[in-house]
C-alpha cells in the first residue's frame, strides 16, 4: 500500500511537469507570436506618426504659398497702379515742357490753367510710395525644436503590472460570482481591466489540457465585477483579472479558483411514465405516449421496453440512482431526477406552463412502486397544484393533505437539507416560504415531478439563494413550524 501511495504521487507529479513542459511551450510560442505584434504595431504607430507629419507639411507649405501668393498679388496690383500712374505723370510733364515756348501770354496762361489743373488731379500725387506687403515670411517659420525633445522622449509605455485578486472579498452566492481586485501600486495610466472566467472540475491550478476556454469580460471600469445568471455545471471556477492603459495590456493576476457548489440533475427519462415526454430538463404531458400499451394498474407490463436513454448509459455514476426500477405507470404520471440527494443542502427551481392542470413537485426514497404518486406514501413529500375546475394549493405527505391558503407562484423553489431532515418549498420570485416539511431522512432522496396536461421546466445547478438562508436561520433560531404531515 506504501509503495501503491508512492508510485501514485509520481504519476502525479509526473503529470504535474508534463503539464508544466506544455505551458512553458506554449508560453514560449506565445512570446514569438506577441513579439511579431509589438513589432507590427510599432510599425503601424511610426507610419501613423509619419502621415501625420508628411500631412502636416503639406498643409504647412499649402499656407505658405498661399501667403505668397496674396503677397505677390498685393504688391503687383501696386506696382500697376505706378505704372499708370507715371505714364499719365510724364504725358502731363511733356504738354508743360510744349507750354513753356508759347509766345502769346494770354494762350500761355490757358495752357498754364489746364496744366494747373491737370496736377491738381493726377494720381501720382495720390499715391503711397511704401509697399503695402512686405517682403518678410518669418512668421511662416516653425521651431520643431520641443516636438524633436518629445519624439526623443519616447519610449515604451510602462506595462501596468497584474493586478491582485483579493479572494477574501470575492463571492459566490445567488448564482453569481463577485470577484474583487486591487493594484499592487496606484497607476493613474489604467484605462479598464479585463476578466477572465472558465468552468472547470480542477481546484487546483488551471491545467493546459482538458480544460475549457476562457470566457472574456472586457472593458471594466471598477475594481470589482459580478457575473450573474450562472448555471454551475461544474465544481469550481477559475478566474483571473488584466489591467489595461490606452495602449498596452499588463500581464494576469495569478488566477484564482473559487468553489461554486450546486445540485445539478436532469430528468430520468427512462423511468418516466409513458403518457410523459422527457427532455433533459423538461417534462410535458403527453395524452398519446401510452398509445398502443396495455397500463392495467397492479400489473406488470410484458411488452413495456427497457432500453436506457441514449444520452445516460446505464453504467453512469447517475444511473446507479434509478437503481434499475420500472416506469411509472397507471395515473401516477410522474418523472424522477437522475441524482440521488444523500447530504447537504441544496435547491431547484421548477417552473408550470400557465395552461397546466395539475402537478407535483416534491422529493421521494428511492424505488418507489411504479403506481405510486407523490405524497401520497410514507416515503414521499410534495406540494401539489390543482387548476382544474378551481385551484387548490397544498401540502402532501402520506397520503395526508395541508391546504396552503396563499397564491401558487409562477416559479417554485426547493430546499432540501438533507441532514437536517427539512424540505422546504419557497416563491422562487420572491422568496417567500410556502411550506416546510421536517423528518428524519433514511435514504437518499429523488427529486420528483407529477403533470397532467401542461408541461413543467427544471432548473438546476442553482445555489441556495442567500434570502432562503437567512429564512432557515430565522426559522431554525425559533426552533421553526413543524408540519403536521410528519412522520
Not at 502731363?92 to 507750354?99: F, I, K, P
Not at 476562457?214 to 472593458?219: K, Q, R, S
Not at 493576476?253 to 468553489?259: G, Q
Request: charged share 25%; hydrophobic share 35%.
Amino acid at each position: 500500500e506504501t509503495l501503491q501511495r508512492i508510485v501514485n504521487t509520481l504519476v502525479n507529479k509526473n503529470d504535474e511537469i508534463h503539464n508544466f513542459i506544455d505551458m512553458l511551450n506554449h508560453t514560449i510560442a506565445n512570446v514569438q507570436i506577441n513579439s511579431s505584434n509589438a513589432i507590427s504595431e510599432l510599425d503601424e504607430e511610426f507610419d501613423g506618426l509619419y502621415s501625420v507629419l508628411h500631412e502636416m507639411k503639406g498643409s504647412m507649405a499649402n499656407t505658405i504659398q498661399q501667403e505668397e501668393a496674396r503677397k505677390i498679388q498685393a504688391l503687383q496690383d501696386q506696382l500697376s497702379q505706378c505704372s499708370r500712374a507715371l505714364e499719365s505723370s510724364e504725358e502731363l510733364l511733356e504738354l508743360a515742357v510744349q507750354s513753356l515756348d508759347i509766345k502769346n501770354p494770354v494762350e500761355l496762361l490757358e495752357a498754364a490753367r489746364q496744366i494747373k489743373d491737370s496736377v491738381t488731379v493726377a494720381s501720382a500725387f495720390r499715391l503711397s510710395l511704401k509697399p503695402k506687403v512686405s517682403d518678410s515670411m518669418t512668421h511662416m517659420m516653425v521651431d520643431f525644436a520641443l516636438e524633436k525633445r518629445m519624439l526623443q522622449a519616447v519610449k515604451f509605455l510602462p506595462v501596468p503590472k497584474a493586478p491582485e485578486i483579493d479572494v477574501a472579498a470575492c463571492l459566490v452566492a445567488d448564482n453569481c460570482i463577485t470577484i474583487s481586485w486591487k493594484m499592487p501600486e496606484e497607476d493613474s495610466r489604467i484605462d479598464h481591466f479585463v476578466l477572465e472566467y472558465r468552468k472547470t472540475n480542477f481546484d487546483g491550478h488551471p491545467r493546459l489540457k482538458g480544460e475549457q476556454h476562457w470566457e472574456l469580460v472586457d472593458y471594466i471600469k471598477a475594481t470589482q465585477y459580478t457575473l450573474s445568471g450562472l448555471k454551475f455545471d461544474t465544481k469550481y471556477m477559475n478566474l483571473r483579472v488584466q489591467a489595461c492603459n490606452k495602449a498596452v495590456a499588463g500581464e494576469y493576476s495569478d488566477p484564482v479558483t473559487l468553489e461554486t457548489k450546486a445540485f445539478l440533475f436532469s430528468l430520468d427519462s427512462t423511468s418516466s411514465h409513458l403518457n410523459l415526454k422527457v427532455e433533459d430538463a423538461y417534462v410535458e404531458w403527453d395524452p398519446t405516449g401510452g398509445k398502443g400499451q396495455e397500463k392495467i394498474k397492479g400489473k406488470e407490463n410484458k411488452t413495456r421496453s427497457n432500453t436506457a436513454s441514449p444520452k445516460r448509459s446505464t453504467n453512469s455514476p447517475r444511473a446507479s440512482a434509478r437503481c434499475g426500477r420500472d416506469r411509472f405507470a397507471g395515473e401516477s404520471y410522474t418523472v424522477l431526477g437522475d441524482t440521488a440527494v444523500e447530504s447537504g443542502q441544496h435547491y431547484w427551481e421548477v417552473r408550470a406552463q400557465k395552461d397546466c392542470k395539475s402537478y407535483s413537485v416534491g422529493v421521494t426514497y428511492r424505488n418507489p412502486g411504479k403506481f405510486d404518486q407523490l405524497g401520497k406514501t410514507n416515503s414521499s413529500w410534495c406540494i401539489h397544484i390543482n387548476n382544474w375546475l378551481q385551484t387548490t394549493f397544498s401540502a402532501k405527505h402520506n397520503n395526508k393533505a395541508k391546504t396552503l391558503d396563499i397564491p401558487v407562484p409562477d416559479r417554485i423553489g426547493v430546499y432540501c437539507d438533507f441532514d437536517g431532515g427539512q424540505l422546504s418549498f419557497y416563491n422562487a420570485s420572491s422568496k417567500a416560504l410556502l411550506h416546510t416539511f421536517r423528518a428524519k431522512f433514511t435514504q437518499p432522496l429523488l427529486p420528483g415531478f407529477m403533470i397532467w396536461c401542461g408541461g413543467l421546466t427544471v432548473s438546476t445547478g442553482l445555489q441556495v439563494p442567500s434570502a432562503v438562508k437567512t429564512l432557515q436561520k430565522s426559522e431554525n433560531g425559533l426552533g421553526g413550524s413543524t408540519s403536521s404531515l410528519n412522520n
